[in-house]
């Protein structure tokens, strides 16, 4: 037992000392302990529930990453619950986590209840940050403030100024919103863009509009209510416009309502359309302008205002060196194209040119500046518009149309197929005081399959018309036609050639060529000339011009001049004229229809048909008609005057009439009127006058310087010099003056004291 108590007792000293070392070693652990650890956190203020050095806050999707919002450090605020947060950065991702949109902050609040992120401060918002990869180029950049991001849609918006940076250039406006699940920018108001491209050979261009809307999966950019695009000197403006992306650069500008200058040292253009779109090459340059409905375009030069307006037009320019010059131009619809010359001192103004077509091809030369060509592609008219004195309003219509320029707009050449042309007359002379103004002259028309102008390389004037393929003119009454044709504009002449033929209701002339002077009415032809000239029945008439038949003429050449019953006529080189068997040959035949006179001069030679008619006018017995007879005349001239039907010759003349033969130096045959019995009246011979009649076997041969012969009473009356009538079968009469009556076979001799009268009788045998 006493064991037992001694033992008890030093368990219990065991116990005591176990727990002081232990006491002892947690005492010391515990100093330890205080001296290492640190000293305790302040109290937080009244409105904060928690605060932390750094903060993160994120969505996740099965398969990537949604958004993450991280900061440096946040207080949360209990009333109303709000973290705010320092050194903000907020990771929205795209396509699946490969790249995301970067919100950088300063300070930042975030709403937990709404689930906002408010920036007061400086935001700025890179877009497009690959995850894996470092960036390369310029991204989207956008800095800002008054930043708000809704975590739940993720998008980001501001009602402050704002400003942007990306690889091609830079911009600014008022009020921002972007939205990740979209992927889509909105620029609210003021909004501004610089866009300068790819390199520095790419012209800048500054964007302009109301509201832009940046749409990043499609490529779009949309511009409301309206936009305006400059681009050095060329201004772009309209409402509505949408702006295609292709590679971070624009390749498309679709603006409604739009309207656009271009103004160049020496050019200006204007042009405006319902629609406008406007391709560009990746490099920034413009390569191709559509525009419509209602498009119009207006290029004003030193020398020229050209205005073109369509439905539709397409534009292409050339691109390569940094900056777009316009290289052709298709109208389509409508197309009018007018050329006015600008006034310049000392310088004639040219027409005013008018194109219409349906469909029209416009070549630039090279810059843009002027035109080389102008092209209908389907059938048009071009109009000539009078600026000035002595010009002359035309028109053309054609299937195609090809117009060359030259420098300075000025036109070159003209060709067209099917063509038709209009040139009106020249307005008539102001009156004398007191008088009438003169009536107004016939319009020329002319057709043909192909047609071809040259210009005057410094004015611009008509110079010279071709026109080919059967080829017709018409000017009032007078009509022509030929196989080709030439204007000279400078001599106002026309040229026929190949098979050409005129007519109007005085006749018809037709030759190898035909020249006409379109302001004298002058008329030339060449070459197998032959004409038709219709008489003038209003007047009496005889054998050599009868008012029932008409004259017709062939000659080498033919001259006219005047018109219808004014004109003289010219017919030279082997002419003959004739009306019915009634001819004249020589080798120069002038009609003067006015004067009613015709002068043939060289180898003249005329024939007029005796046609008897039938029945006796004694007896009243009835006898066949005679065989048609003939009254030829040889001389080196003719003139022949209608007012008293004389016909006079002169140069060796032989008159041969049936069996009767008259020669003289010179032969004055009066004619009957065109219905009497026989075309010659009488006949009156000077100049070593012989008279050789024939019949039934008896010829009687009268001489002298003088000589009459009367058909009615087939009466010779010879006077002058010694007058002498042979007769074959009685013998020689000589005397001052003989008579011979063939009919009745009468020989009357008048003779003086000192000029007896001689006969010889010749015997029987």
Not at 462 to 477: I, K, P, S, T, V
Request: include cysteine; charge should be positive; hydrophobic fraction near 35%.
């Amino acid at each position: 037992m006493s064991m037992l108590r001694s033992t008890r007792g030093l368990l219990l000293l065991a116990i005591i000392l176990i727990l002081g070392a232990v006491a002892a070693t947690y005492y010391r652990q515990k100093a330890a302990l205080a001296t290492q650890s640190p000293q305790a956190p302040k109290s937080l203020p009244s409105d904060t529930d928690a605060s932390a050095a750094s903060w993160e806050y994120r969505k996740d999707e099965a398969s990537h990453c949604v958004f993450v919002v991280r900061a440096k450090s946040f207080r949360q605020i209990n009333n109303p619950s709000l973290l705010e947060l320092v050194g903000v950065e907020v990771l929205i991702c795209k396509d699946e986590g490969k790249l995301y949109d970067q919100i950088r902050s300063a300070k930042a609040t975030f709403d937990q209840s709404k689930g906002t992120l408010y920036s007061d401060g400086d935001v700025d918002i890179t877009m497009g940050v690959p995850a894996d990869e470092q960036p390369h180029g310029r991204l989207l950049q956008i800095h800002s403030s008054g930043v708000t991001y809704e975590t739940k849609t993720g998008k980001a918006f501001t009602d402050r100024a704002a400003s942007f940076q990306f690889q091609q250039g830079d911009g600014k406006s008022v009020g921002a919103t972007y939205d990740p699940n979209v992927r889509e920018i909105c620029m609210k108001s003021q909004v501004e863009l610089n866009w300068r491209g790819h390199d520095q050979k790419t012209r800048p261009m500054k964007l302009e509009t109301g509201e832009l809307v940046y749409k990043e999966r499609e490529s779009l950019v949309f511009l409301k209510p309206w936009s305006r695009l400059t681009r050095e000197t060329g201004v772009l403006e309209g409402g509505e416009a949408v702006i295609t992306l292709k590679d971070d650069a624009i390749e498309m500008v679709d603006a409604r309502q739009a309207h656009g200058t271009d103004n160049q040292p020496g050019r200006k253009l204007e042009y405006s359309a319902g629609r406008f779109l406007m391709n560009m090459t990746p490099a920034g340059e413009v390569e191709k302008i559509t525009g419509e409905p209602d498009a119009r375009l207006v290029s004003v030069t030193e020398t020229a205002r050209t205005t073109i307006s369509c439905r539709r037009v397409d534009m292409d320019f050339e691109t390569g060196s940094g900056a777009s010059a316009l290289k052709r131009a298709l109208t389509t619809g409508d197309t009018v194209l007018e050329s006015a010359p600008v006034p310049r001192k000392d310088v004639p103004p040219v027409e005013t040119r008018i194109v219409k077509s349906d469909r029209l091809l416009m070549t630039m030369r090279s810059g843009g500046k002027e035109l080389e060509s102008v092209e209908t592609q389907t059938p048009g008219r071009l109009e000539f518009i009078p600026n000035r004195a002595g010009q002359r309003h035309r028109t053309l219509n054609a299937d195609r149309m090809f117009v060359t320029y030259g420098a300075a707009n000025i036109i070159q050449a003209f060709r067209a197929t099917n063509a038709a042309t209009k040139t009106d007359p020249e307005p008539p002379p102001p009156p004398k005081p007191g008088g009438k103004p003169g009536p107004p002259g016939d319009p020329v028309l002319t057709w043909s399959k192909d047609l071809k102008a040259d210009f005057d390389p410094k004015t611009g004037q008509l110079a010279r018309m071709e026109q080919w393929n059967d080829f017709r003119y018409q000017e009032g009454e007078r009509k022509a036609r030929a196989k080709r044709a030439v204007l000279d504009q400078a001599r106002n002449l026309i040229t026929l050639d190949q098979a050409a033929r005129m007519w109007d209701s005085s006749g018809i002339t037709s030759a190898d060529r035909i020249l006409l002077d379109q302001k004298t009415g002058e008329m030339n032809a060449e070459g197998n000339v032959a004409s038709t000239r219709m008489p003038d029945r209003k007047e009496t008439s005889s054998a050599m011009l009868t008012n029932d038949q008409p004259l017709e003429a062939k000659a080498a050449r033919m001259r006219t001049t005047g018109r219808n019953q004014e004109m003289k006529i010219r017919y030279e080189g082997q002419a003959v004229a004739w009306q019915g068997a009634n001819r004249i040959w020589a080798d120069t035949i002038d009609i003067d229809r006015a004067a009613h006179r015709l002068n043939a001069q060289g180898h003249v030679r005329t024939r007029f048909m005796e046609q008897q008619k039938s029945g006796g006018a004694n007896t009243g017995a009835a006898k066949p008609a005679a065989a048609p007879a003939f009254v030829v005349v040889n001389a080196a001239a003719l003139v022949y005057t209608e007012a008293d039907r004389l016909a006079h010759y002169t140069g060796g003349v032989v008159l041969v009439r049936t069996g009767m033969n008259v020669t003289g130096s010179e032969v004055r045959a009066f004619l009957n009127e065109a219905n009497s019995d026989t075309s010659l009246n009488h006949a009156i011979a000077d100049g070593q006058v012989k008279i050789v009649r024939k019949e039934s076997g008896r010829t009687l041969t009268g001489t002298g310087e003088h000589a009459e012969y009367y058909t009615a009473d087939e009466r010779i009356f010879l006077s002058g010099g010694e007058p002498l009538l042979v007769d074959s079968l009685r013998g020689a009469t000589k005397g001052r003056e003989l008579t011979y009556y063939a009919n009745n076979d009468k020989l009357l001799v008048n003779g003086t004291a000192k000029d007896l009268v001689t006969t010889r009788v010749l015997r029987r045998r």
